[in-house]
């Protein structure tokens, strides 16, 4: 069962860049990050495959995300852009075996990071 953990959320102001970590315990497949806004339910924002070959993104942050991931450190990555007040929520990072399996959700989770945008 691999362990995830997210950094790098915080607060910020409308239009900054912000880029979210997340370090898996061991070696994973597809990778992807959620997000949970307060009193909805959890979206899948972004997706990657192992091979980085197939990419996934919401149409909510396309053009302004972009996901990548190192596997030499088993991490992944969220580079957020043009932050929006709306792009206010946790975000949670995920590992499953293929990119359709992590839009599921049904992988492993890591606890979450805050990420707060003024505006």
């Known amino acids: 069962h691999v362990q995830l953990t997210e950094s790098g959320g915080g607060l910020v102001q409308a239009g900054d860049s912000l880029t979210l970590s997340c370090i898996a315990s061991s070696s994973t497949l597809a990778m992807g990050w959620f997000r949970q806004e307060s009193g909805k339910e959890r979206e899948c924002i972004a997706a990657?495959?192992?091979?980085?070959?197939?990419?996934y993104y919401a149409d909510s942050v396309k053009g302004r995300f972009t996901i990548s991931r190192d596997n030499a450190k088993s991490a992944v990555y969220l580079q957020m852009s043009s932050l929006r007040p709306e792009d206010t929520a946790v975000y949670f990072c995920t590992a499953d075996l293929t990119v359709n399996y992590v839009k599921l959700g049904l992988g492993s989770w890591g606890q979450g990071t805050q990420v707060t945008v003024s505006s």
């Open positions: 990657i495959s192992w091979d980085k070959g197939i990419e």
